[in-house]
């Protein structure tokens, strides 16, 4: 069974001005498809990847073709990106007990949002910033490329909460340069009923 693009959950330019419907449909239509159509081809080529999803892939990534790292993580990281953002007014906020978490082990959440910033911001090259839960705790990391805390590669393994791309096809177009920029305007679209729902699952 192929992998397929999902469709984006909102219009284009639903997430204006934290990012414009020209960055979302060449980064959703154009980068997400091309991962999906690479990533089809790499496991078609491999008979013993056949049926298997994702997740069992990332768990022995280290083992895999380059290809099923670079363009699975792609797949599965972009996937999730679109749920982890919603138009205006329907971003919601933190549950109490995400709150409480952020509070307990990031020192809260103006702290969090800076020191995330700062993970993705000093990212060298193209990459993500992520929110994890690791042994029962949130944690900050960031992986290089389309890596994610689920591989078996990854320096910090966790379940995923929230996710932020900072590959420059993310914000080229409207930030040029300016990644902190697009950072500290992500916040203001990320999907906080998404992101409770992944944190309710993980603990
Ligand atoms: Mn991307």
């Known amino acids: 069974m192929a992998f397929t693009l999902p469709p984006l959950p909102y219009a284009y330019d639903a997430l204006e001005p934290a990012i414009d419907a020209e960055t979302?449909?060449?980064h959703h239509d154009k980068h997400h498809q091309a991962y999906v159509d690479n990533l089809n081809k790499a496991v078609d080529a491999d008979a013993s990847l056949a049926g298997k999803s994702m997740e069992e892939m990332f768990a022995t990534m280290s083992k895999l073709p380059k290809a099923v790292r670079n363009n699975g993580g792609g797949h599965w990281n972009h996937s999730l990106f679109w749920e982890l953002m919603a138009p205006h007014g329907q971003t919601g906020e933190p549950s109490?007990?995400?709150a409480a978490a952020i509070?307990?082990?990031l020192g809260g959440l103006d702290k969090f949002?800076?020191?995330f910033n700062a993970a993705g911001a000093g990212q060298f090259g193209s990459g993500w910033a992520w929110l994890i839960v690791?042994?029962?705790k949130l944690k900050i990391t960031s992986t290089?490329?389309?890596d994610n805390p689920l591989m078996d590669v990854a320096d910090e393994k966790g379940a995923v909460?929230?996710?932020a791309d900072v590959w420059e096809h993310a914000y080229y177009l409207k930030y040029q340069n300016r990644r902190a920029d697009y950072l500290k305007a992500f916040?203001?679209?990320v999907n906080w009923n998404k992101v409770n729902q992944l944190y309710a699952a993980a603990i």
Do not use: H, I, K, Y
Request: hydrophobic content about 40%.
């Open 96 to 98: 109490a007990e995400l």
């Open 24 to 26: 979302m449909t060449f």
């Open 187 to 189: 916040w203001s679209v």
């Open 103 to 105: 509070d307990r082990d």
């Open 161 to 163: 909460v929230l996710g």
């Open 113 to 115: 949002m800076a020191d």
């Open 134 to 136: 690791q042994d029962g």
């Open 144 to 146: 290089p490329n389309q």
